[in-house]
């Protein structure tokens, strides 16, 4: 599809726009935990890139699968729940879809090196707020300093390293999302810039469980036959070794932290450390509980109803299903306010997919990640150099949605949209 000169800088600019937005998602535009500022920008771009892929019968194939996926939620979504229910998970997924489809535009027509350049200053701005924040909690400049870049950026103040979001979590997902971006320089230049090595730091002083999972999950995806086989063992032993530092690092600075400081993330792992068993640990820590339950009963619910429940549907039917777990919650103000408003949501995107969609859905996103690991593998052979980053950028985009069940989580679609970007500029014997 090609667009004529002066249409194209306009569409570039908002979408340029839109990217670099990404990492501010709690700035108060929208009454909603997850804010992300950058569906202004891109949606409404994506949505007329969208038609011209139409009208001109040049949907590719990742787009064309992603369009039979909403088409049949939305419809299905329609036939099972009612109407403003099925609006409210709607949207969401619109916007996810849509924003797929303009990063992905805007991939395929910018070198990757142009965006990741002005990414990474915005990065180096983050580690600079982070190091504000630590020494506003140790008193060394005025805790007030904290207090206004928190009402800045949210409109909230933790207690926690928040950087430009609510709370340390979301943080921790900032820092996640930072992390291919900064591989993609340590491949193209032989170094890490310093401001990741602040970053990394802020990650483990905040110490967010699930940062820590997300993390480890693309760990554990890093062995799968499909993928370890295709790497050398030079990039093996470099991975080993990374690893093996990183759990060092994590180890000395829990134990520095277990000795000389208090607070939230002391007292939960003194709760784990307490416990004996794993459902005492659930019914300890609120926030274990529900990262941990709420999956779960998505999947139990995709187990009695494998065709789905249709979007929005998860939060009924949790209300019967959370009175069939083991563990005493009654305690747990968050779930109570869920069972009460009907508002609980899976906690996990894939979870969300099984049980609101289905088979037919999970269908649908298997033969998109085949298609994506097919572009994987096309780039990797094609750009050996960026072999790291690639994967790295593949398996964190994999793994960012475990402990986050929206449709419209930007870095998801990010990371895809990239993958799938870099491959038809490829294609088209342009580099990156």
């Not at 403003?84 to 027509?109: D, H």
């Not at 790295?392 to 986050?404: A, D, H, K, P, S």
Request: hydrophobic share 50%; net charge positive.
């Amino acid at each position: 599809m090609k667009l004529s000169p002066k249409i194209i800088n306009p569409l570039h600019t908002l979408l340029l726009c839109g990217i670099l937005l990404i990492p501010f998602m709690s700035l108060p535009v929208m009454p909603s935990d997850y804010r992300p500022i950058s569906i202004f920008f891109i949606v409404p771009v994506s949505i007329f890139i969208y038609i011209k892929y139409l009208i001109s019968l040049k949907v590719k194939k990742d787009i064309l699968i992603l369009s039979f996926f909403v088409f049949f939620a939305v419809v299905h979504s329609l036939i099972l729940q009612p109407l403003t229910t099925s609006l409210r998970a709607i949207v969401p997924l619109l916007c996810g879809f849509f924003s797929y489809i303009g990063i992905n535009y805007y991939f395929q027509r910018t070198r990757v090196i142009t965006i990741f350049n002005k990414l990474t200053i915005l990065f180096a701005f983050i580690a600079i707020v982070g190091i504000i924040e630590v020494l506003a909690m140790k008193n060394l400049i005025p805790y007030s300093i904290k207090s206004f870049i928190g009402e800045i950026f949210s409109g909230k103040v933790s207690g926690r390293i928040q950087l430009i979001t609510m709370e340390g979590s979301w943080a921790a997902k900032i820092i996640i999302f930072a992390i291919p971006i900064y591989v993609y320089h340590y491949c193209n230049k032989g170094y890490f810039y310093v401001s990741f090595y602040i970053l990394l730091l802020l990650f483990l002083l905040i110490f967010s469980l699930e940062g820590f999972a997300i993390i480890g999950a693309a760990l554990m995806f890093r062995f799968f036959p499909i993928l370890f086989n295709t790497i050398t063992f030079k990039y093996k032993l470099k991975y080993y070794l990374y690893l093996l530092l990183f759990i060092i690092v994590t180890f000395l600075i829990i134990q520095s932290v277990l000795s000389n400081q208090s607070g939230y993330a002391i007292e939960r792992i003194y709760k784990f450390l307490d416990a004996n068993s794993f459902s005492k640990i659930l019914s300890l820590d609120d926030s274990t509980f529900i990262r941990v339950i709420y999956p779960y009963i998505g999947f139990l619910i995709f187990w009695d109803n494998p065709f789905g429940v249709g979007l929005g549907g998860y939060a009924e039917s949790f209300n019967s299903y959370i009175k069939t777990i083991p563990v005493e919650y009654s305690h747990f103000p968050e779930v109570m306010g869920d069972i009460r408003s009907l508002s609980a949501d899976p906690k996990n995107l894939y979870s969300k997919i099984f049980s609101e969609i289905g088979i037919i859905g999970v269908i649908f996103v298997i033969c998109f990640l085949f298609l994506q690991l097919r572009y994987l593998k096309y780039n990797i052979n094609y750009l050996p150099k960026y072999k790291l980053f690639f994967f790295t950028n593949f398996l964190l985009g994999l793994t960012c949605v475990i402990q986050f069940g929206s449709f419209a989580y930007l870095p998801f679609w990010f990371a895809f949209a990239v993958n799938s970007g870099i491959y038809f500029r490829f294609r088209k014997g342009l580099n990156i």
